[in-house]
């Protein structure tokens, strides 16, 4: 049973250019949570999702940022026009279920340039 | 709110007990977790306790929980050198929300 899969695990992106990360849950897995570590902090929630729905987006920045868990296909958290401010881990995690236990992705790595 | 602490760093000798402490704030948290990162990797999951829990053992990892306190407490026996890595602790909150909310992690360094 593969864990959760992440890709890029790197990505290097110029100021004003767009990043997408995306994330594969674990196998049988329909909830979605993503998370950013900026460098030296611990984890921040960034919104939850599950399949076509968006539950929880209390913690993505107003603008720029975007999160989709479509039908079919991995999880897109995308954010527009990046600034160097943007450079963090991106941590996805998901579930079995809303009370189930989240297991983690190995993350991607933004860096703006 | 929601408010976990940790102290930054932590130093023991191999084959000493380590034991990263947390404290958390939200008197309705559910679950609390133990992640450990190792550099350059995700978050792997150590353990958990139920918030009606005392304590939870698991081989070398034993968890402490104080309800009353909101302390929460990971022992590491017979620290080993692949321990060194930073642990995280993190609460779920109830109230149907499924966030975790995490500490800003504690950095563990085993000498020889």
């Known amino acids: 049973n593969a864990g959760v899969m992440q890709n890029p695990r790197h990505l290097v992106r110029r100021r004003g250019q767009e990043a997408r990360l995306r994330c594969s849950p674990m196998?049988?897995?329909?909830?979605v949570y993503w998370y950013r570590q900026l460098p030296e902090e611990g984890l921040k929630f960034m919104v939850y999702?599950?399949?076509?729905?968006?539950?929880?987006e209390s913690g993505m920045p107003k603008e720029r940022f975007s999160a989709e868990f479509p039908k079919e296909g991995p999880s897109i958290l995308r954010i527009q026009q990046v600034v160097r401010g943007d450079s963090a881990a991106y941590f996805c995690?998901?579930?079995?279920?809303?009370?189930?236990?989240?297991?983690f992705g190995p993350g991607t790595r933004l860096l703006v340039l | 709110g929601e408010d976990v602490e940790q102290s930054l760093f932590l130093s023991v000798r191999e084959g000493d007990s380590s034991v990263i402490n947390c404290t958390y704030t939200?008197?309705?948290?559910?679950?609390l977790y133990w992640y450990k990162q190792e550099p350059g990797a995700g978050l792997q999951l150590l353990t958990y306790?139920?918030?009606?829990?005392d304590m939870k053992q698991d081989q070398r990892l034993t968890v402490l929980l104080n309800k009353k306190d909101k302390h929460l407490s990971l022992r590491i026996a017979d620290t080993q050198t692949g321990d060194s890595a930073i642990y995280f602790c993190?609460?779920?909150?109830?109230?149907?929300?499924?966030?975790?909310?995490f500490g800003t992690g504690t950095q563990l360094k085993v000498e020889l």
């Open positions: 939200d008197s309705s948290s559910t679950y």
């Open positions: 306790i139920f918030s009606n829990m």
């Open positions: 999702l599950q399949k076509e729905n968006i539950i929880d």
């Open positions: 993190a609460e779920k909150v109830g109230g149907g929300g499924n966030k975790l909310t």
């Open positions: 196998k049988g897995h329909s909830h």
């Open positions: 995690a998901s579930s079995a279920g809303t009370k189930e236990t989240q297991y």
